[in-house]
């Protein structure tokens, strides 16, 4: 068992540091070039978590001085349509990024959907060709999914090396497990994943140096509490 103090992460300021410096270079690419980076979020349906995180990032764009270009599309848009609008707006020059809110209805095949998103403009960095490059030695994704790099940067910032650690990530989403472990491997770190089939997962997470727990499911971590870097989300 690991005998460090836990470190609380000031992870508010640490976005905020993020967000200024980010507004800073809007600015520079704005008198630079005369063009404004554009987002494009799509949303499908009226889930409320769903339409909350949108929310955020608009808002998020907003502060920043990227102009958020907003699609809503209903619930029972078909996958057709869907993928038109994602063409579309591949081909749109004021959009420079696009995200489509996941998850997607039952009735769309969000593999599809996702694949279709031009490469450079997969902000989400979920095509498979990123998530491919993420996971290849020697490669590098054009983007890498946000909230795994969030974690890292959070780690890093903080003063934290990754290098030689032993890092535990629980859970192995597609949006938040498996691109954190593919993230944590290339800063060197040595990983381990504990997901719904493992035997024992107490004892691999006490051993842990860092933890990153990506599990729909409260107080998951607690057995970690030795553990300190500690990184907790819980939306997959
Ligand atoms: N196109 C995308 N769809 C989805 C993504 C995504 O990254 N791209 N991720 C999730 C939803 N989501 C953002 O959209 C998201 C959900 C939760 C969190 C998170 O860090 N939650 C923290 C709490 C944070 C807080 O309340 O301050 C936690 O649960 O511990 C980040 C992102 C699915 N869809």
């Known amino acids: 068992m690991s005998d460090h103090k836990a470190t609380v992460i000031d992870g508010k300021a640490i976005a905020q540091t993020i967000r200024s410096e980010i507004a ?38 907003a502060e920043v001085g990227i102009k958020s270009v907003d699609t809503n599309l209903p619930e029972d848009v078909s996958e057709t349509e869907l993928i038109c609008r994602v063409h579309y707006l591949n081909v749109n020059p004021d959009v420079h990024g696009i995200l489509v809110q996941l998850p997607l209805p039952k009735h769309i095949n969000e593999e599809k959907v996702l694949t279709e998103i031009a490469l450079e403009k997969d902000v989400d960095g979920f095509h498979p060709m990123n998530i491919g490059k993420l996971a290849m030695k020697g490669r590098e994704p054009l983007f890498v999914p946000c909230t795994p790099k969030g974690c890292v940067e959070l780690l890093k910032r903080s003063g934290i090396t990754i290098k030689g650690k032993k890092a535990v990530v629980v859970g192995r989403s597609n949006i938040v497990g498996l691109p954190v472990t593919l993230l944590l491997l290339k800063e060197d770190a040595t990983v381990t994943v504990v997901h719904s089939g493992t035997k024992e997962p107490e004892s691999i997470i006490r051993e842990a140096d860092i933890i990153i727990a990506a599990v729909g499911q409260a107080m998951m971590v607690t057995i970690a509490s030795p553990c300190p870097y500690c990184l907790h989300n819980e939306c997959n």
């Open 24 to 61: 800073t270079e809007v600015r520079r690419l704005s008198e630079t070039y005369g063009k404004v980076p554009g987002l494009a979020v799509v949303i499908v349906g009226n889930r409320k978590d769903s339409e909350s995180y949108v929310n955020m990032k608009r808002k998020a764009c």
